[in-house]
Protein backbone atom coordinates (compact mmCIF):
# COMPACT_ATOMS: atom_id res chain seq x y z
CA UNK A 1 0.00 0.00 0.00
CA UNK A 2 1.48 3.47 -0.71
CA UNK A 3 1.40 6.12 1.55
CA UNK A 4 -1.32 8.27 -0.14
CA UNK A 5 -3.43 5.42 0.15
CA UNK A 6 -2.75 5.29 3.90
CA UNK A 7 -3.38 8.62 3.99
CA UNK A 8 -7.03 8.78 2.38
CA UNK A 9 -8.03 5.66 5.06
CA UNK A 10 -6.71 6.87 7.29
CA UNK A 11 -9.16 10.70 6.46
CA UNK A 12 -12.31 8.23 5.44
CA UNK A 13 -11.42 6.62 8.96
CA UNK A 14 -11.23 9.90 10.92
CA UNK A 15 -14.42 10.96 9.07
CA UNK A 16 -16.13 7.70 9.94
CA UNK A 17 -15.03 8.12 13.71
CA UNK A 18 -16.51 11.14 13.73
CA UNK A 19 -19.82 10.75 12.34
CA UNK A 20 -20.46 7.63 14.77
CA UNK A 21 -19.77 9.77 17.59
CA UNK A 22 -21.84 12.33 16.70
CA UNK A 23 -24.71 9.59 16.39
CA UNK A 24 -23.21 7.94 19.86
CA UNK A 25 -24.43 11.42 21.48
CA UNK A 26 -28.18 12.04 23.11
CA UNK A 27 -30.30 14.40 20.97
CA UNK A 28 -29.63 17.38 23.36
CA UNK A 29 -26.06 16.99 22.93
CA UNK A 30 -26.43 16.83 19.18
CA UNK A 31 -28.33 20.26 19.09
CA UNK A 32 -26.55 22.07 21.00
CA UNK A 33 -23.49 21.09 18.33
CA UNK A 34 -25.70 21.95 15.34
CA UNK A 35 -26.18 25.46 17.18
CA UNK A 36 -23.06 26.01 17.65
CA UNK A 37 -21.92 24.98 14.20
CA UNK A 38 -24.39 27.31 12.75
CA UNK A 39 -23.54 30.43 14.66
CA UNK A 40 -19.72 30.04 13.87
CA UNK A 41 -19.56 31.30 10.33
CA UNK A 42 -20.63 34.46 11.98
CA UNK A 43 -17.67 34.88 14.72
CA UNK A 44 -15.33 36.27 12.13
CA UNK A 45 -18.07 39.24 11.57
CA UNK A 46 -18.93 39.61 15.29
CA UNK A 47 -15.35 39.89 16.32
CA UNK A 48 -15.41 42.99 14.59
CA UNK A 49 -18.54 44.61 14.86
CA UNK B 1 -17.83 73.13 19.92
CA UNK B 2 -20.65 69.90 20.79
CA UNK B 3 -23.41 70.78 23.18
CA UNK B 4 -21.77 68.13 25.75
CA UNK B 5 -18.73 65.91 26.16
CA UNK B 6 -20.77 62.83 26.64
CA UNK B 7 -24.25 61.91 25.97
CA UNK B 8 -26.16 58.50 26.88
CA UNK B 9 -29.20 57.03 25.01
CA UNK B 10 -30.72 55.25 28.42
CA UNK B 11 -31.29 55.00 31.72
CA UNK B 12 -30.75 51.76 32.16
CA UNK B 13 -27.93 50.33 34.82
CA UNK B 14 -25.38 50.34 32.30
CA UNK B 15 -26.21 53.97 31.07
CA UNK B 16 -26.39 54.96 34.37
CA UNK B 17 -23.29 53.91 35.32
CA UNK B 18 -21.29 54.96 32.50
CA UNK B 19 -22.86 58.31 32.71
CA UNK B 20 -21.82 58.70 36.18
CA UNK B 21 -18.40 57.71 36.14
CA UNK B 22 -17.97 60.54 33.12
CA UNK B 23 -19.54 63.04 35.14
CA UNK B 24 -17.31 62.26 38.47
CA UNK B 25 -14.59 62.47 35.92
CA UNK B 26 -15.01 65.85 34.53
CA UNK B 27 -17.14 65.06 31.47
CA UNK B 28 -20.06 67.27 30.72
CA UNK B 29 -22.66 64.04 30.27
CA UNK B 30 -26.38 64.18 29.39
CA UNK B 31 -28.47 60.85 30.04
CA UNK B 32 -31.30 60.68 27.50
CA UNK B 33 -34.27 58.23 28.66
CA UNK B 34 -37.57 57.96 26.52
CA UNK B 35 -39.54 56.89 29.45
CA UNK B 36 -40.80 58.53 32.68
CA UNK B 37 -38.90 56.14 34.45
CA UNK B 38 -35.06 55.70 34.92
CA UNK B 39 -33.67 52.05 35.17
CA UNK B 40 -34.96 49.68 31.84
CA UNK B 41 -35.98 46.24 33.35
CA UNK B 42 -34.53 47.61 36.72
CA UNK B 43 -37.41 50.01 37.69
CA UNK B 44 -40.74 50.01 39.33
CA UNK B 45 -43.68 51.66 38.51
CA UNK B 46 -46.54 52.69 41.06
CA UNK B 47 -50.44 51.77 40.39
CA UNK B 48 -53.37 52.22 42.74
CA UNK B 49 -50.90 52.58 45.38
CA UNK B 50 -48.84 49.37 44.40
CA UNK B 51 -45.28 49.84 43.36
CA UNK B 52 -44.35 47.06 40.97
CA UNK B 53 -41.28 45.65 39.60
CA UNK B 54 -41.19 45.86 36.39
CA UNK B 55 -38.56 42.89 35.51
CA UNK B 56 -35.27 42.72 37.66
CA UNK B 57 -36.94 41.50 40.93
CA UNK B 58 -33.50 40.90 43.44
CA UNK B 59 -29.89 41.69 43.39
CA UNK B 60 -27.29 39.04 43.57
CA UNK B 61 -23.47 39.81 43.22
CA UNK B 62 -23.18 43.03 44.70
CA UNK B 63 -19.53 43.64 43.91
CA UNK B 64 -20.22 45.46 40.86
CA UNK B 65 -22.52 48.15 42.78
CA UNK B 66 -20.10 48.93 45.35
CA UNK B 67 -16.92 48.83 43.24
CA UNK B 68 -19.00 51.49 41.07
CA UNK B 69 -20.03 53.48 44.34
CA UNK B 70 -16.48 53.33 45.55
CA UNK B 71 -15.04 54.73 41.81
CA UNK B 72 -17.50 57.43 42.90
CA UNK B 73 -15.63 57.99 45.74
CA UNK B 74 -18.85 57.42 47.76
CA UNK B 75 -20.78 54.48 49.99
CA UNK B 76 -23.48 52.19 48.62
CA UNK B 77 -24.65 51.95 51.65
CA UNK B 78 -25.39 56.05 51.92
CA UNK B 79 -27.90 55.69 48.50
CA UNK B 80 -29.25 52.33 48.36
CA UNK B 81 -30.66 49.90 51.49
CA UNK B 82 -30.34 46.53 50.57
CA UNK B 83 -32.61 44.01 52.27
CA UNK B 84 -30.97 40.69 52.95
CA UNK B 85 -33.29 37.84 50.97
CA UNK B 86 -33.01 34.29 52.74
CA UNK B 87 -34.04 31.72 51.33
CA UNK B 88 -33.07 32.10 47.98
CA UNK B 89 -35.81 30.02 46.98
CA UNK B 90 -38.61 27.89 47.09
CA UNK B 91 -39.58 25.59 44.86
CA UNK B 92 -42.59 23.91 43.75
CA UNK B 93 -42.07 20.54 41.91
CA UNK B 94 -45.12 19.60 39.30
CA UNK B 95 -46.79 17.00 41.34
CA UNK B 96 -46.66 19.77 44.47
CA UNK B 97 -43.19 19.17 46.49
CA UNK B 98 -42.17 21.94 47.99
CA UNK B 99 -38.45 22.76 49.56
CA UNK B 100 -36.30 25.87 49.88
CA UNK B 101 -32.84 26.63 49.52
CA UNK B 102 -31.51 28.80 52.36
CA UNK B 103 -28.10 31.15 51.97
CA UNK B 104 -25.85 28.91 54.22
CA UNK B 105 -24.28 26.45 52.39
CA UNK B 106 -24.15 24.27 54.79
CA UNK B 107 -27.97 24.28 55.25
CA UNK B 108 -28.27 23.94 51.80
CA UNK B 109 -26.61 20.50 52.33
CA UNK B 110 -29.13 19.10 54.70
CA UNK B 111 -32.14 20.04 52.30
CA UNK B 112 -30.30 18.55 49.21
CA UNK B 113 -29.91 15.50 51.99
CA UNK B 114 -33.37 15.43 53.14
CA UNK B 115 -34.49 15.28 48.66
CA UNK B 116 -31.56 13.01 47.47
CA UNK B 117 -28.59 11.93 49.69
CA UNK B 118 -26.78 10.96 46.35
CA UNK B 119 -26.33 14.00 45.35
CA UNK B 120 -25.01 15.50 48.32
CA UNK B 121 -21.21 14.85 47.39
CA UNK B 122 -21.82 16.28 43.74
CA UNK B 123 -23.34 19.69 45.75
CA UNK B 124 -20.04 19.55 47.43
CA UNK B 125 -17.73 19.41 44.89
CA UNK B 126 -20.47 22.38 42.85
CA UNK B 127 -19.93 24.69 45.69
CA UNK B 128 -16.33 24.05 46.11
CA UNK B 129 -15.53 24.51 42.98
CA UNK B 130 -17.99 27.92 43.11
CA UNK B 131 -16.80 29.38 45.55
CA UNK B 132 -13.27 29.31 44.34
CA UNK B 133 -14.22 30.73 40.85
CA UNK B 134 -15.94 33.65 42.75
CA UNK B 135 -12.84 34.19 44.89
CA UNK B 136 -9.93 33.83 42.11
CA UNK B 137 -12.58 35.12 38.94
CA UNK B 138 -14.71 37.64 40.62
CA UNK B 139 -13.15 41.09 39.83
CA UNK B 140 -11.80 39.58 36.61
CA UNK B 141 -14.45 38.60 35.19
CA UNK B 142 -16.69 41.12 36.10
CA UNK B 143 -14.68 44.36 35.03
CA UNK B 144 -12.46 43.42 32.88
CA UNK B 145 -12.88 44.24 29.00
CA UNK B 146 -13.05 41.82 26.88
CA UNK B 147 -13.59 43.34 23.12
CA UNK B 148 -10.19 41.61 21.51
CA UNK B 149 -8.09 38.82 21.97
CA UNK B 150 -5.26 40.96 23.02
CA UNK B 151 -7.67 42.16 26.31
CA UNK B 152 -8.45 38.52 26.44
CA UNK B 153 -5.45 37.47 26.55
CA UNK B 154 -3.73 40.36 28.95
CA UNK B 155 -7.09 39.18 31.33
CA UNK B 156 -5.74 35.76 31.52
CA UNK B 157 -1.85 36.67 31.69
CA UNK B 158 -3.12 38.93 34.93
CA UNK B 159 -5.36 35.67 36.44
CA UNK B 160 -3.53 32.60 35.15
CA UNK B 161 -6.51 30.29 36.78
CA UNK B 162 -8.92 31.27 34.82
CA UNK B 163 -7.59 28.61 32.19
CA UNK B 164 -9.12 26.19 34.70
CA UNK B 165 -12.43 27.49 34.13
CA UNK B 166 -12.42 26.87 30.80
CA UNK B 167 -13.91 23.40 30.05
CA UNK B 168 -16.98 25.34 31.76
CA UNK B 169 -17.25 27.75 29.20
CA UNK B 170 -17.22 25.58 26.34
CA UNK B 171 -19.99 22.92 27.91
CA UNK B 172 -23.54 23.49 27.67
CA UNK B 173 -25.36 24.24 31.34
CA UNK B 174 -27.22 21.14 31.55
CA UNK B 175 -23.91 18.99 30.90
CA UNK B 176 -22.59 21.06 33.67
CA UNK B 177 -25.01 20.29 36.02
CA UNK B 178 -25.55 16.62 35.25
CA UNK B 179 -21.74 15.99 36.30
CA UNK B 180 -22.54 17.13 39.23
CA UNK B 181 -26.77 15.98 39.84
CA UNK B 182 -28.45 13.16 39.04
CA UNK B 183 -31.89 13.59 41.01
CA UNK B 184 -33.98 15.25 38.60
CA UNK B 185 -35.51 17.72 40.87
CA UNK B 186 -32.52 18.54 42.27
CA UNK B 187 -31.53 19.33 38.99
CA UNK B 188 -34.18 20.92 37.99
CA UNK B 189 -33.50 23.41 40.96
CA UNK B 190 -30.09 24.46 39.12
CA UNK B 191 -31.02 24.15 35.52
CA UNK B 192 -33.50 26.40 35.06
CA UNK B 193 -30.98 29.40 35.92
CA UNK B 194 -29.78 29.22 32.46
CA UNK B 195 -33.05 30.98 31.14
CA UNK B 196 -31.42 33.99 33.38
CA UNK B 197 -28.63 34.14 30.64
CA UNK B 198 -31.28 34.10 27.96
CA UNK B 199 -31.01 30.23 26.43
CA UNK B 200 -32.11 27.23 27.47
CA UNK B 201 -30.22 24.19 29.74
CA UNK B 202 -28.88 22.42 26.34
CA UNK B 203 -27.86 25.88 24.52
CA UNK B 204 -26.42 27.99 27.35
CA UNK B 205 -22.79 28.44 28.25
CA UNK B 206 -21.96 25.88 31.28
CA UNK B 207 -20.45 28.66 33.13
CA UNK B 208 -23.73 29.92 33.78
CA UNK B 209 -24.68 26.87 35.64
CA UNK B 210 -22.69 28.67 38.91
CA UNK B 211 -25.38 31.29 38.89
CA UNK B 212 -26.96 28.40 41.39
CA UNK B 213 -24.32 29.03 43.34
CA UNK B 214 -23.62 32.58 43.11
CA UNK B 215 -26.99 33.20 44.53
CA UNK B 216 -25.68 31.37 48.36
CA UNK B 217 -23.29 34.44 48.64
CA UNK B 218 -26.26 36.62 49.00
CA UNK B 219 -29.52 37.71 47.62
CA UNK B 220 -31.07 41.34 48.50
CA UNK B 221 -33.92 43.26 47.42
CA UNK B 222 -33.42 47.20 47.50
CA UNK B 223 -35.77 48.84 49.72
CA UNK B 224 -38.53 51.11 48.13
CA UNK B 225 -38.53 48.88 44.63
CA UNK B 226 -35.63 47.35 42.15
CA UNK B 227 -36.04 51.27 40.91
CA UNK B 228 -33.88 52.69 44.41
CA UNK B 229 -30.74 50.72 42.54
CA UNK B 230 -30.75 53.38 39.51
CA UNK B 231 -32.28 56.29 41.44
CA UNK B 232 -29.48 55.83 43.56
CA UNK B 233 -26.56 55.77 41.74
CA UNK B 234 -28.09 58.75 39.72
CA UNK B 235 -28.24 60.72 42.96
CA UNK B 236 -24.55 60.07 42.99
CA UNK B 237 -23.90 60.90 39.52
CA UNK B 238 -25.77 64.28 40.16
CA UNK B 239 -23.87 64.97 43.02
CA UNK B 240 -21.18 65.36 40.42
CA UNK B 241 -22.88 67.24 37.51
CA UNK B 242 -24.47 64.87 35.57
CA UNK B 243 -27.68 65.51 33.74
CA UNK B 244 -30.63 63.77 33.35
CA UNK B 245 -33.54 64.11 30.88
CA UNK B 246 -36.73 61.90 31.06
CA UNK B 247 -39.74 61.20 28.12
CA UNK B 248 -37.09 62.14 25.40
CA UNK B 249 -36.60 59.82 22.93
CA UNK B 250 -33.80 59.54 20.38
CA UNK B 251 -34.47 58.33 17.01
CA UNK B 252 -31.48 58.63 15.25
CA UNK B 253 -27.61 59.20 15.74
CA UNK B 254 -26.39 62.22 14.34
CA UNK B 255 -22.83 60.80 11.77
CA UNK B 256 -20.47 62.67 10.07
CA UNK B 257 -19.24 59.49 8.14
CA UNK B 258 -18.71 56.81 10.29
CA UNK B 259 -17.82 59.20 13.22
CA UNK B 260 -20.53 59.79 15.74
CA UNK B 261 -21.58 63.44 16.38
CA UNK B 262 -24.71 63.19 19.06
CA UNK B 263 -28.44 62.83 18.32
CA UNK B 264 -31.23 63.76 16.94
CA UNK B 265 -34.69 63.26 19.22
CA UNK B 266 -37.91 62.32 18.24
CA UNK B 267 -38.75 66.08 17.68
CA UNK B 268 -36.16 66.92 15.43
CA UNK B 269 -33.92 68.64 17.72
CA UNK B 270 -30.21 67.91 17.78
CA UNK B 271 -27.98 67.62 20.87
CA UNK B 272 -24.30 67.35 19.96
CA UNK B 273 -21.31 65.24 21.85
CA UNK B 274 -18.37 64.04 21.46
CA UNK B 275 -18.94 60.48 22.59
CA UNK B 276 -22.63 58.83 22.15
CA UNK B 277 -22.85 55.75 24.49
CA UNK B 278 -25.95 53.83 23.81
CA UNK B 279 -27.36 51.41 26.38
CA UNK B 280 -30.37 50.51 23.97
CA UNK B 281 -30.11 46.78 22.40
CA UNK B 282 -27.21 46.26 20.24
CA UNK B 283 -29.83 45.69 17.25
CA UNK B 284 -31.56 48.54 18.04
CA UNK B 285 -28.75 50.97 18.67
CA UNK B 286 -26.91 49.79 14.70
CA UNK B 287 -29.56 48.92 12.69
CA UNK B 288 -32.08 51.77 13.69
CA UNK B 289 -30.11 54.69 15.33
CA UNK B 290 -26.91 54.19 13.08
CA UNK B 291 -28.65 53.14 10.05
CA UNK B 292 -27.63 49.83 7.91
CA UNK B 293 -27.02 52.61 5.23
CA UNK B 294 -24.08 53.54 7.28
CA UNK B 295 -22.82 49.93 7.97
CA UNK B 296 -20.73 48.29 6.09
CA UNK B 297 -22.32 44.79 4.76
CA UNK B 298 -20.05 42.80 6.94
CA UNK B 299 -20.89 44.73 10.04
CA UNK B 300 -24.92 44.72 9.38
CA UNK B 301 -24.39 40.85 9.02
CA UNK B 302 -22.95 40.63 12.23
CA UNK B 303 -25.51 42.58 14.17
CA UNK B 304 -28.23 40.48 11.88
CA UNK B 305 -26.75 37.32 13.23
CA UNK B 306 -27.31 37.63 16.91
CA UNK B 307 -30.34 35.95 18.40
CA UNK B 308 -32.43 36.96 20.88
CA UNK B 309 -32.84 36.19 24.48
CA UNK B 310 -36.76 34.70 25.07
CA UNK B 311 -39.48 36.65 26.03
CA UNK B 312 -40.90 36.87 29.24
CA UNK B 313 -44.84 37.93 29.74
CA UNK B 314 -45.18 39.59 32.96
CA UNK B 315 -48.13 39.50 35.31
CA UNK B 316 -48.74 42.10 38.17
CA UNK B 317 -50.62 40.99 41.30
CA UNK B 318 -52.19 42.61 43.89
CA UNK B 319 -53.68 40.58 47.28
CA UNK B 320 -55.78 42.12 50.17
CA UNK B 321 -53.87 39.00 52.24
CA UNK B 322 -50.06 37.65 52.79
CA UNK B 323 -50.23 35.08 50.43
CA UNK B 324 -48.65 31.30 51.79
CA UNK B 325 -45.39 31.61 50.52
CA UNK B 326 -41.98 30.68 52.20
CA UNK B 327 -39.16 32.90 50.14
CA UNK B 328 -38.92 36.03 47.73
CA UNK B 329 -38.57 33.86 44.92
CA UNK B 330 -40.71 30.79 44.34
CA UNK B 331 -39.96 28.47 41.24
CA UNK B 332 -42.15 26.64 39.76
CA UNK B 333 -40.12 23.94 38.40
CA UNK B 334 -39.90 21.50 35.60
CA UNK B 335 -37.20 18.99 34.75
CA UNK B 336 -34.13 19.73 32.29
CA UNK B 337 -35.78 17.65 29.63
CA UNK B 338 -39.53 20.13 30.27
CA UNK B 339 -37.21 23.32 29.59
CA UNK B 340 -35.58 22.43 26.56
CA UNK B 341 -38.47 21.37 25.18
CA UNK B 342 -40.75 24.12 25.69
CA UNK B 343 -37.24 26.68 24.39
CA UNK B 344 -37.47 24.28 21.21
CA UNK B 345 -41.52 24.54 20.36
CA UNK B 346 -41.29 28.49 21.01
CA UNK B 347 -38.58 28.63 18.30
CA UNK B 348 -39.35 26.57 16.14
CA UNK B 349 -43.64 26.73 16.20
CA UNK B 350 -44.72 29.73 18.41
CA UNK B 351 -46.41 27.79 20.94
CA UNK B 352 -46.94 29.45 24.05
CA UNK B 353 -46.18 26.38 26.64
CA UNK B 354 -48.69 25.55 29.00
CA UNK B 355 -46.74 23.98 31.91
CA UNK B 356 -43.18 25.41 32.15
CA UNK B 357 -40.34 26.90 34.46
CA UNK B 358 -42.63 29.90 36.77
CA UNK B 359 -41.01 32.02 38.47
CA UNK B 360 -43.23 34.05 41.36
CA UNK B 361 -41.50 37.13 43.02
CA UNK B 362 -43.22 38.64 46.45
CA UNK B 363 -41.21 41.52 46.94
CA UNK B 364 -43.45 42.92 49.79
CA UNK B 365 -42.25 39.79 52.04
CA UNK B 366 -39.33 42.17 51.58
CA UNK B 367 -40.51 45.60 51.91
CA UNK B 368 -44.31 45.58 53.14
CA UNK B 369 -43.71 49.37 52.28
CA UNK B 370 -44.22 48.82 48.74
CA UNK B 371 -48.37 47.92 49.18
CA UNK B 372 -51.03 49.43 51.04
CA UNK B 373 -50.97 48.36 54.62
CA UNK B 374 -52.06 44.28 54.80
CA UNK B 375 -52.19 44.19 51.12
CA UNK B 376 -49.40 42.69 48.65
CA UNK B 377 -47.35 42.22 45.92
CA UNK B 378 -46.55 39.22 43.65
CA UNK B 379 -44.50 39.69 40.32
CA UNK B 380 -45.22 36.72 38.19
CA UNK B 381 -43.40 35.35 35.48
CA UNK B 382 -45.70 32.60 34.41
CA UNK B 383 -44.78 29.53 31.80
CA UNK B 384 -41.68 31.71 30.66
CA UNK B 385 -40.14 31.99 28.15
CA UNK B 386 -43.19 32.49 25.80
CA UNK B 387 -42.65 33.08 22.13
CA UNK B 388 -43.13 36.93 20.57
CA UNK B 389 -45.18 35.68 17.80
CA UNK B 390 -47.32 32.79 19.05
CA UNK B 391 -48.55 30.55 16.41
CA UNK B 392 -51.37 32.58 14.35
CA UNK B 393 -52.12 35.66 16.86
CA UNK B 394 -50.73 38.14 18.62
CA UNK B 395 -50.21 39.17 22.13
CA UNK B 396 -52.52 42.48 22.16
CA UNK B 397 -55.79 39.72 21.70
CA UNK B 398 -54.18 37.33 23.62
CA UNK B 399 -53.60 39.80 26.63
CA UNK B 400 -56.76 38.89 28.13
CA UNK B 401 -56.81 35.12 27.85
CA UNK B 402 -53.11 34.79 29.05
CA UNK B 403 -54.11 36.58 32.24
CA UNK B 404 -56.81 34.52 32.82
CA UNK B 405 -54.15 31.56 32.44
CA UNK B 406 -51.91 33.12 35.05
CA UNK B 407 -54.18 32.84 37.29
CA UNK B 408 -54.82 29.66 36.62
CA UNK B 409 -51.68 28.85 36.96
CA UNK B 410 -51.17 30.79 40.22
CA UNK B 411 -54.54 28.56 41.63
CA UNK B 412 -52.79 25.36 40.96
CA UNK B 413 -49.23 25.50 41.74
CA UNK B 414 -49.33 28.08 45.30
CA UNK B 415 -52.37 29.64 46.22
CA UNK B 416 -55.43 27.87 45.32
CA UNK B 417 -57.88 30.90 46.80
CA UNK B 418 -55.98 33.47 44.56
CA UNK B 419 -58.70 34.56 42.51
CA UNK B 420 -60.86 35.24 45.73
CA UNK B 421 -58.18 37.71 46.63
CA UNK B 422 -56.95 39.80 43.94
CA UNK B 423 -57.61 43.31 44.27
CA UNK B 424 -54.82 44.19 41.36
CA UNK B 425 -53.91 42.24 38.13
CA UNK B 426 -51.81 43.37 35.06
CA UNK B 427 -49.96 41.74 32.52
CA UNK B 428 -47.25 43.08 30.50
CA UNK B 429 -46.25 41.18 27.07
CA UNK B 430 -43.62 40.93 25.35
CA UNK B 431 -45.43 43.46 22.75
CA UNK B 432 -45.33 45.80 25.84
CA UNK B 433 -42.14 45.21 26.49
CA UNK B 434 -40.49 46.19 23.35
CA UNK B 435 -42.59 49.37 23.33
CA UNK B 436 -41.74 50.61 26.80
CA UNK B 437 -37.99 49.52 27.04
CA UNK B 438 -37.49 49.98 23.48
CA UNK B 439 -36.17 45.76 23.86
CA UNK B 440 -36.80 44.31 20.89
CA UNK B 441 -39.42 40.99 20.51
CA UNK B 442 -39.42 41.76 24.49
CA UNK B 443 -36.15 40.11 24.73
CA UNK B 444 -35.75 41.28 28.40
CA UNK B 445 -32.50 39.36 28.79
CA UNK B 446 -31.10 40.86 26.13
CA UNK B 447 -28.76 38.76 23.12
CA UNK B 448 -29.41 35.16 23.35
CA UNK B 449 -25.75 34.16 25.45
CA UNK B 450 -24.13 31.27 24.09
CA UNK B 451 -20.81 29.96 23.72
CA UNK B 452 -20.53 32.14 20.37
CA UNK B 453 -22.01 35.63 21.27
CA UNK B 454 -20.18 36.31 24.67
CA UNK B 455 -16.71 38.43 25.91
CA UNK B 456 -15.18 38.89 22.36
CA UNK B 457 -17.93 37.65 20.12
CA UNK B 458 -20.79 40.22 21.61
CA UNK B 459 -21.51 43.39 20.69
CA UNK B 460 -17.99 45.77 21.57
CA UNK B 461 -18.18 48.45 23.98
CA UNK B 462 -15.88 50.41 21.98
CA UNK B 463 -18.04 50.49 18.16
CA UNK B 464 -15.06 49.48 16.00
CA UNK B 465 -17.58 50.34 13.23
CA UNK B 466 -18.48 54.16 14.43
CA UNK B 467 -16.28 55.82 15.53
CA UNK B 468 -17.50 57.94 18.79
CA UNK B 469 -20.36 55.25 19.50
CA UNK B 470 -19.80 53.26 22.77
CA UNK B 471 -22.27 50.40 24.04
CA UNK B 472 -23.53 49.46 27.24
CA UNK B 473 -25.84 47.42 29.05
CA UNK B 474 -27.31 43.78 28.58
CA UNK B 475 -26.37 43.25 24.73
CA UNK B 476 -22.73 44.26 25.75
CA UNK B 477 -20.44 41.53 27.19
CA UNK B 478 -21.20 40.11 30.22
CA UNK B 479 -25.02 40.24 29.26
CA UNK B 480 -28.51 40.57 31.21
CA UNK B 481 -28.63 41.05 34.92
CA UNK B 482 -28.33 43.75 37.35
CA UNK B 483 -24.30 42.99 38.48
CA UNK B 484 -23.43 42.37 34.88
CA UNK B 485 -25.37 45.58 33.62
CA UNK B 486 -23.05 47.28 35.71
CA UNK B 487 -19.78 46.09 35.54
CA UNK B 488 -20.52 47.09 31.32
CA UNK B 489 -21.03 50.40 32.65
CA UNK B 490 -17.78 50.80 34.46
CA UNK B 491 -15.78 48.72 30.86
CA UNK B 492 -17.89 51.43 29.00
CA UNK B 493 -16.84 54.84 31.07
CA UNK B 494 -12.86 53.01 30.94
CA UNK B 495 -12.84 52.83 27.59
CA UNK B 496 -14.22 56.81 27.14
CA UNK B 497 -11.89 57.84 29.45
CA UNK B 498 -8.81 55.93 28.38
CA UNK B 499 -9.99 57.39 24.63
CA UNK B 500 -9.95 61.15 25.90
CA UNK B 501 -6.94 60.53 27.53
Not at chain 2, 40 to 66: L, N, R, W
Not at chain 2, 263 to 273: K, M, N, Q, R, Y
Not at chain 2, 357 to 383: K, Q, V, Y
Request: charged fraction near 20%; hydrophobic fraction near 40%; aromatic fraction near 10%.
Amino acid sequence: MDGKLVKRLFKVGALAGLVALYFSLDESTRRYLVHIGKQVPYLPYRYFI
Amino acid sequence: MADYDAVVIGAGLGGITSASLLAKNGMKTLILEQSDLVGGCCSTFESQGYKFDVGASIVEIVHPMDKFFALMGRKREDYIELLPCDPIYSFVTQDGRRFSYPTDIEATTRVIESIAPEDVEGWKRFSKLGLEMVDEMMDAMMTSPMNTLGEVAAMAAKNPKVARYLPLLVRNHQSVVRSYYKNPIILGSVAFQSYFAGAPPELGSGIFGFIALSEHLGIYYPRGGMISIPQGMLKAGREHGLEVRTGCKVERLILDGRRARGVILEDGSEITADVVISNVNAKVTYLKMVGPENLPGWAVRAIDSYRLSMPCPMIYVGLDKKPDLDAHHTVVSGSIEEMNRVWNLYYTKGVIPRTAMSLICWPTEADPSLAPEGRHILNFLCNAPAPYAPLGDNWDRLKDWYREEAVRELERTVMPDVRDHIDYLEVSTPLDFERRLLSPQGAIYGLFSDLTSLALFRPHARSRVIRGLYLTGSSTHLGGGVPTTIASGIITSNYVLKDRG
